[in-house]
């Protein structure tokens, strides 16, 4: 029942900035860790950071620590990334997913829903 929606995807050049969004149904974001994940073509899922339910407690992973910046908003419902400096390596799919957690799960089997990603290409 739980619906997550992420926008904001798009092309951008190195160095520049996106922001992505994740629209979240119900009482999600009061009760559920959030996480963003990436794929990028021919390699594996990725965690890329994670927020508490409080909004408390963040767990940035190394590649994108200075430079990505979760953040909740409950009053409109959403979780959204600030990416910054962002890097051809950036390059991924992204996914919004929530947990069931009042700390911050790293692994996508922890989470229990996703949104349907969003594209992020950075070019050269």
């Known amino acids: 029942q739980v619906q997550l929606v992420e926008s904001g995807g798009g092309v951008v050049q190195a160095g520049g900035s996106l922001r992505l969004s994740c629209a979240a149904s119900g009482h999600i974001l009061s009760s559920y860790a959030m996480g963003w994940f990436r794929q990028a073509p021919g390699k594996e899922r990725e965690f890329v950071v994670g927020?508490?339910?409080?909004?408390?407690?963040?767990l940035y992973a190394d590649s994108v620590k200075g430079r990505f910046t979760i953040s909740r908003d409950n009053a409109q419902n959403t979780v959204a990334l600030q990416m910054n400096s962002l890097k051809p390596e950036d390059t991924a799919v992204y996914y919004c997913?929530?947990?069931?957690?009042?700390?911050?799960?790293?692994?996508?089997?922890?989470?229990?829903?996703w949104g349907q990603g969003t594209q992020v290409t950075v070019s050269s």
């Open positions: 927020i508490s339910w409080s909004g408390d407690s963040t």
């Open positions: 997913a929530a947990a069931r957690s009042s700390l911050v799960p790293t692994r996508g089997w922890e989470y229990a829903y």
